[in-house]
């Protein structure tokens, strides 16, 4: 019996968060290659299996495995079949994205949703595109409730360095409630995907804290402090750095993203906690630009460095300070 083994990747904020929440904002999401791995086979029933849990269910409803189950129900109901018409399969997802119970913040929900579409995808021979799979996992998580501002599905579906600009979320939930899903597939969302390639030779680094954000407790926090000035100032200052990195501009990159992370410093002060702030520290005298990344509070923070002998002393800096390198890699 044949097995299909598939994997999905992380993200990270760039620039562009908490502004990504409200529709026609844009950020900068950069995917992370730490991988969730997927296995689907052939089976005589449905079974479907989390290393996040102990035990392994069908398709009676379980909250643990709902998001799963939804992610199946929307991609058969795009095919126009009934579960029982499809062929079963035995699907099982590992790879937490953690340590020793500590999340390292690069995963989501949507992690999950794409993998299992990705893993049917390929199991159904279906061929989905990365368009595809972006509408059908935000249509999975906008059923379930979750308003999120579903960048984070963008930059895993298209595995890629991404500009999204965001959509209208209760617009659209709006529809699905009342439309069809090939109605709802079939209109304009109003969000925007753009691959972005850089032309400009630096390193990108992911420093874990090892303290973990709650995400939706700091959204709440923070929300209500984002202004009209905020956003419009985060949208020019993530649009000039998406050209800086195209038109291989070093210091506009810099000053940018600098800007960005002064605006989130000014949005609250817990953004930036202890440990974040001694991840941007270390930048000080090096050709680096560093910055905490989505949420804040925990979890992690990045930078961009434009000579490998400053990465070095970056990644002591940071080791020094408790903060684990996560990924490394050249951003050009």
């Given at each position: ?49 989390s290393d996040m849990f102990d035990y392994a269910v069908g398709m009676t409803e379980d909250n643990n495995y709902a998001l799963i189950q939804q992610t199946i129900v929307t991609l058969f109901d795009y095919l126009g079949k009934s ?250």
């Open positions: 019996m044949k097995m299909i083994k598939v994997q999905t990747g992380g993200k990270l904020y760039i620039a562009g968060e908490y502004a990504i929440l409200t529709p026609g904002q844009t950020a900068i999401i950069k995917n992370i290659p730490i991988h969730m791995t997927a296995e689907v086979k052939g089976s005589p029933e449905i079974k479907l299996f579960a029982e018409a499809m062929p079963p399969f035995e699907l099982s997802i590992t790879g937490k994205m953690e340590r020793d119970g500590k999340k390292y913040g690069i995963g989501s929900s949507g992690s999950v949703t794409v993998l299992t579409l990705n893993a049917l995808s390929a199991f159904y021979d279906l061929n989905l595109s990365a368009d595809l799979l972006f509408k059908l996992a935000s249509y999975t998580l906008l059923k379930m409730g979750d308003n999120g501002s579903m960048g984070d599905i963008a930059c895993i579906a298209y595995d890629d360095l991404v500009a999204f600009t965001s959509f209208d979320r209760p617009k659209v939930a709006k529809w699905i409630a009342e439309e069809s899903i090939q109605e709802v597939l079939d209109k304009d969302w109003g969000y925007r995907i753009e691959r972005i390639k850089p032309a400009l030779p630096c390193e990108f680094l992911v420093g874990w804290t090892m303290q973990p954000s709650i995400s939706r407790d700091m959204i709440n926090l923070v929300k209500s402090a984002i202004t009209p000035e905020f956003l419009a100032e985060t949208q020019k200052q993530v649009l000039i750095c998406q050209k800086a990195l195209e038109s291989a501009d070093k210091e506009t990159v810099k000053t940018s993203l600098q800007k960005v992370s002064d605006l989130l410093l000014g949005l609250s002060s817990a953004i930036y906690n202890d440990k974040l702030k001694a991840l941007k520290a270390a930048e000080k005298g090096l050709d680096v630009i560093a910055k905490s990344s989505g949420s804040g509070g925990g979890d992690c923070g990045i930078a961009i460095s434009f000579s490998p002998n400053d990465s070095k002393e970056l990644i002591k800096r940071w080791q020094e300070a408790g903060i684990e390198l996560l990924d490394l890699e050249e951003l050009a």
